[in-house]
């Protein structure tokens, strides 16, 4: 661990589901038991907006009711304290790697707590709802929706993901079930540029043969226990 300079690390559902979020189902594909093309599509959302705006003001509710935990505290720790290059490239929309101190955080699905006014393309920091139709602060159009990246639309930052995977020495996938691509070929891009790939789940992941390690666990466990190997 002594020589590792540059991290990357992946989180996804998995590291907050102690935090009482509930992971996305990937075997029968819900996600708060709503099939996930009704709630995470551009086409679900043309169909069905005031079910899919409910559906994310219930989100951002529960996102700001979650207290980060000890994995994302660990995280926090492990930014403060790692002298080297460290990106946290999260799938979540929560903001519990923010809240847990970690700020080298990318969110590349989108935030809870985001919206973007599809009008004049301006992003706000929200806290209440949309089912209301309120109009956009900057245009006054009332036509915002959750700053999320469904299905079918572009992952957020790509460029910027792929050059800080090929600068890692060391790629550590936490909480992901490895079934939600372009996330799931991150280790196989790390692995090429020669970085290790270590796996922190709590159960083995559609990707586990493709890392070099995998630890199965709590990430509210597993993660503090590497952190502290990292930071010796
Ligand atoms: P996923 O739900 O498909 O997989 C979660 C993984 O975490 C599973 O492999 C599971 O075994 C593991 N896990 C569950 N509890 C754990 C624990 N306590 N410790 C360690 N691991 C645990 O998640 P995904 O791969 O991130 O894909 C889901 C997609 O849905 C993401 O793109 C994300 O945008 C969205 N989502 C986000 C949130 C959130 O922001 N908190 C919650 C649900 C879904």
Not at 70 to 90: K, M, Y
Not at 95 to 101: M, N, P, T, V
Not at 166 to 191: C, E, K, M, N, W
């Amino acid at each position: 661990m002594r020589d590792i300079r540059n991290i990357v690390v992946l989180t996804g559902a998995g590291i907050s589901a102690e935090s009482g979020l509930r992971t996305f189902r990937a075997e029968d594909g819900l996600w708060e038991d709503h099939p996930v093309e009704q709630v995470a599509t551009p086409e679900g959302f043309r169909r069905d907006p005031d079910l899919v705006q409910r559906f994310y003001d219930e989100r951002r509710a529960g996102v700001m009711a979650a207290e980060p935990n000890a994995a994302h505290r660990a995280l926090g720790r492990l930014d403060a304290e790692f002298s080297g290059d460290l990106l946290i490239v999260t799938q979540n929309i929560d903001d519990l790697h923010e809240r847990g101190g970690a700020s080298r955080v990318l969110h590349m699905h989108g935030e809870a707590l985001s919206v973007w006014c599809t009008s004049c393309d301006a992003r706000h920091q929200w806290h209440a709802t949309l089912r209301d139709g309120p109009p956009c602060p900057a245009c006054g159009e009332p036509a915002m929706r959750p700053d999320i990246v469904w299905f079918g639309e572009m992952p957020y930052r790509m460029e910027e993901i792929f050059r800080a995977i090929s600068q890692a020495d060391l790629f550590v996938s936490i909480g992901t079930s490895g079934a939600v691509y372009p996330a799931a070929g991150f280790v196989q891009s790390a692995r090429d540029h020669g970085a290790r790939a270590l796996e922190l789940n709590l159960e083995a992941s559609l990707g586990s043969r493709f890392f070099h390690e995998t630890r199965l666990g709590k990430a509210s466990e597993l993660v503090p226990a590497w952190v502290g190997e990292v930071l010796g």
